[in-house]
């Protein structure tokens, strides 16, 4: 069955400071990866997807996240946080079995310190 | 760029009523789905509708809950009887042929 781990429930970093997510995925074919950011109260926006080709993708607000098949893994990354970063992150994966949907994580919520 | 529009924004209802959660998909959609966020807890699929019928449900989608697409451009989520237990963030999400699922910004409904 298809699954999604993200292993940190919660990380803070220091704002300037750099950030890793991290999601594993399991999944018997090619994937459609995706991470999507949730503020508090709010709806779902989608960062970045991955759905073939380059395994670095890049994404809105200066996050690139990284397919690596050989680790069933699709990290996220940000090289510098803002304090405005601090959200929960959603690592998620489209699936195409009898139609498609998108099965998510359970989430890491990211918390920002000055 | 086009968005997927949900009402109402929030919704309190009484155990045992009946709610219905609105969707307005973006135009070239083909597909539809419906998706339930507790809260604190992981987004998890309801339901998805392709061609004016359902083509996949989870087994939180029980005969509770129903779906329609009545005149081409709402897509309904129906609760009949809600329970405490459906108190939930519901995301429609569209899209077309291979491409990404797009969210709607979310209805909050409260059951009491």
């Known amino acids: 069955a298809q699954s999604v781990t993200q292993p940190d429930i919660h990380i803070t970093v220091s704002e300037g400071a750099s950030l890793e997510l991290r999601c594993n995925y399991s999944y018997g074919a090619t994937p459609y990866l995706f991470w999507y950011v949730q503020s508090p109260g709010q709806g779902l926006q989608l960062l970045l997807k991955?759905?073939?080709?380059?395994?670095l993708v890049q994404g809105i607000k200066g996050f690139e996240a990284e397919f690596k098949r050989s680790q069933s893994s699709f990290n996220l990354r940000k090289p510098s946080v803002h304090w405005s970063d601090a959200a929960e992150y959603f690592c998620?994966?489209?699936?195409?079995?009898?139609?498609?949907?998108?099965?998510f994580g359970a989430g890491t919520r990211l918390f920002v310190k000055a | 760029e086009p968005e997927v529009t949900q009402t109402p924004s929030h919704q309190v209802t009484q155990m045992g009523q009946e709610v219905i959660l609105r969707c307005v998909p973006i135009s070239n959609h083909l597909y539809f789905y419906w998706y339930r966020q507790i809260l604190g807890q992981k987004v998890e699929f309801l339901v998805s509708f392709y061609n004016n019928e359902i083509s996949e449900k989870s087994e939180i989608f029980d005969d509770q809950f129903s779906v329609e697409r009545p005149d081409g451009s709402n897509f309904t989520l129906k609760i009949r009887s809600t329970k405490l237990e459906d108190s939930a963030m519901y995301f429609c999400a569209g899209t077309a042929v291979g491409e990404t699922q797009y969210f709607g910004p979310g209805t909050r409904l409260l059951v009491l």
């Open positions: 991955y759905f073939s080709g380059d395994t």
């Open positions: 998620a994966v489209g699936t195409n079995t009898g139609g498609f949907k998108t099965i």
